[in-house]
Each structure stands twice: as C-alpha cells, then as structure tokens.
C-alpha cells in the first residue's frame, strides 16, 4: 500500500471504496486529487504542506472560509475536514480553468462572483497586506533569506500608502485574497473560486487590485472590472477613486507577495523557480513606484466619495 493510499483511507468518506485518483496540477503550498469511487463520489483532496506556518496560512480560518465561500454559492462544497492533518475533502466542480486572459476578457462575470462572495457569510481572520508584508519581511531578515537589491527603499513608498487609506477605508467584506486566475471555474454559468488559504475580512478594492496585479491586467481592463463591481454604488469621482484604490491595493499585495516568493525560495523543496515567480511580482512594483503614475494614483485615491 502506497502513502496516498494509506492517507485516502485515513479519510472516512473514501475508507474502504475502489478508487480511481487522477493527480492535479497546480498548488504551491498544496497537493491535490480528484479522487472518483466506485460508489459515485468525486471529491478532491488538498493535502497541505506542513511548512506553510511561515507563510501565514491558517488552515482552520481557510476550512470555515470554505464553508462560507460554498454557502454563498461561489466555493466548493466542503465534504470532509481533518483537522490537524492538513487534509480538506471538497466537492469536485466541473469547468474549465481560468488563465491570465480570462480575468480581462470576463469583468462582469467575475465581479458577479466577488460581489456574491462579498455578500456572503462572514469570513474568520482579517486578511490585511500591511501586516502580512511586515510578518513576511521578519521572516525573510531573521532566517536570512534573499531578498531582491534595494527592495527597502520602497518602504517610504508603502507607508505614504498606508497614509492615504486609513483617510477612507472601505467596509470590509469576506475576501479571497490570493485570486490567481487558476482559482476561478468556469463551466459557462455562474463562476466558481476555489483555494482560500489566504481568505479573511478585506477590503474588495484589495481583491479587485490583487486579481488584477495576478493577472497583469492594463489599467483600462482593471477600470473596467472596478467599474463592473461598484458602478451601481458609487458616484463617477467615487469609482475614479476606488480605481485608483484598487490600483495601489495590486502594488501593495506585489510588494509583499515579492517576500512570500522569498520564503519559499528560501525553504521549499519543490522543484519551482520561486526567485522568477516574486520578480515577476517586484519588477512591476519597483516600475510604478518609480513612475509619475504612482503620484497620481495618490492623489485620485484620495477622492473618496461615496453616495
């Protein structure tokens, strides 16, 4: 008997079934099946690794998220949850995976989707990017990891931020937070998010900005998604300054995603070019930073106005 063996029949729902497991692709701090049963179940199984304390997972926030994402009727069902073990049985959904062009391709139906999810049950944890860069940071500095050249003369940079959001912070909602376009299920109706390591209490500017960075959408396809989900709340100069907001949210999540990649780099053993993956998140940031844009989405962000 194989270990994935052994660990499927440690799972009640599949202890003592004919199996057929088809490995997932995907999954950076996760293993996944679809595990299908000769008794008609077809579930997935995450196996989490053990090592992600570092990263600032919480698997008992993520499991109740879960929960709430599937009964906002966005997330999969959950069918079994071993605690301690790292291990969450869903159901599996069927569809299509999203890639990066989907995301700028799909504005109205994605934020159909965050906006059922934003409405739903309220999520355990608060998800907040300034404090989670700072937990990053202490980690990369006191295991001495590597860290890209000049990456602390951005501080300045991020509390002016910090600054100009705490003049206007959105209510927060339950969000995804880490809205990859390969967490996004498209069958042809209503979307499907799944993995919610990272989910808590945020603001949905933060989400629409992270998928948006995730994604390497251009500012008129962020518009237009910003301009999806909150064109029926706000005023035109609120929507200019919520665009904007989410804009900064997108450098914000890059500039702390960048020390998550160093974490990993530092410490994992899968075979993953972690170093390219957080350039690919400090190259942009580093860009705009050092851009006139960042002042201007400064100055628009601070134009709140909400009716």
Same mark, same amino acid.
């Not at 993520?62 to 301690?84: K, M, Q, R, S």
């Not at 900005?209 to 998604?225: M, S, T, V």
């Given at each position: 008997m194989?270990?994935?063996d052994?660990l499927?029949?440690?799972?009640?729902?599949?202890?003592?079934?004919?199996?057929?497991?088809?490995?997932?692709?995907?999954?950076?701090?996760?293993?996944?099946?679809r595990v299908?049963?000769?008794?008609?179940?077809?579930v997935?199984?995450?196996?989490?690794?053990?090592?992600?304390?570092?990263?600032?997972?919480?698997?008992?926030?993520?499991?109740h &998220?879960?929960l709430?994402? *599937? /009964? +906002?009727?966005?997330?999969?069902?959950?069918?079994?949850?071993l605690? #301690? =073990?790292g291990? $969450?049985?869903?159901?599996?959904?069927?569809?299509?995976?999203?890639?990066?062009?989907?995301?700028?391709? &799909?504005?109205?139906r994605? *934020? /159909? +989707?965050?906006r059922?999810l934003?409405?739903?049950?309220?999520f355990? #944890? =608060?998800?907040? $990017?300034?404090?989670?860069?700072?937990?990053?940071?202490?980690?990369v500095?006191d295991?001495g990891f590597?860290?890209?050249?000049?990456?602390?003369?951005?501080?300045?940079?991020?509390?002016r931020?910090?600054?100009?959001?705490?003049?206007?912070?959105?209510?927060?909602?339950p969000?995804?937070?880490?809205?990859?376009?390969?967490?996004?299920?498209?069958?042809?109706?209503d979307?499907?998010i799944?993995d919610?390591?990272y989910?808590?209490?945020?603001?949905?500017?933060?989400?629409?900005?992270?998928?948006?960075?995730?994604?390497?959408?251009?500012?008129?396809?962020?518009?237009?998604?910003?301009t999806?989900?909150?064109?029926?709340l706000?005023?035109?100069?609120?929507?200019?300054?919520?665009?904007?907001?989410?804009?900064?949210?997108?450098?914000?999540?890059?500039?702390?995603?960048?020390?998550?990649?160093?974490?990993?780099?530092g410490?994992?053993?899968?075979?993953?070019?972690?170093?390219?993956?957080?350039?690919?998140?400090?190259?942009p940031?580093?860009?705009?930073?050092a851009?006139?844009?960042?002042?201007?989405?400064?100055a628009?962000?601070?134009?709140?106005?909400?009716?």
């Amino acid at each position: 008997m194989t270990d994935l063996d052994t660990l499927l029949d440690g799972i009640p729902v599949l202890t003592g079934q004919g199996r057929h497991v088809t490995p997932l692709p995907g999954g950076l701090t996760n293993v996944n099946y679809r595990v299908r049963t000769d008794a008609g179940l077809d579930v997935v199984v995450r196996v989490s690794s053990p090592d992600t304390g570092l990263l600032g997972v919480d698997r008992h926030a993520e499991h109740h &998220n879960t929960l709430a994402a *599937a /009964a +906002a009727g966005v997330g999969a069902p959950v069918i079994d949850y071993l605690e #301690g =073990r790292g291990v $969450m049985v869903v159901g599996f959904l069927p569809g299509r995976t999203w890639g990066d062009p989907d995301v700028g391709a &799909n504005p109205v139906r994605l *934020a /159909a +989707a965050l906006r059922r999810l934003h409405a739903g049950p309220r999520f355990i #944890g =608060r998800f907040d $990017m300034f404090a989670l860069r700072e937990q990053y940071l202490a980690v990369v500095q006191d295991h001495g990891f590597r860290m890209p050249p000049h990456y602390l003369t951005l501080e300045p940079h991020l509390e002016r931020v910090r600054a100009a959001f705490a003049l206007g912070p959105e209510t927060l909602v339950p969000c995804h937070n880490d809205l990859l376009a390969a967490n996004v299920l498209d069958d042809g109706g209503d979307l499907r998010i799944i993995d919610y390591e990272y989910s808590g209490m945020n603001e949905p500017s933060f989400e629409l900005g992270n998928a948006a960075a995730e994604a390497h959408l251009d500012p008129d396809q962020l518009a237009a998604l910003c301009t999806a989900y909150y064109g029926d709340l706000l005023t035109p100069e609120g929507l200019d300054a919520r665009i904007a907001r989410a804009e900064l949210w997108g450098w914000v999540a890059r500039y702390g995603w960048t020390l998550w990649g160093m974490i990993q780099d530092g410490m994992s053993s899968l075979d993953f070019d972690f170093w390219g993956w957080a350039m690919d998140k400090w190259e942009p940031a580093q860009r705009l930073a050092a851009s006139s844009r960042f002042e201007q989405l400064l100055a628009r962000a601070s134009g709140e106005g909400q009716r």
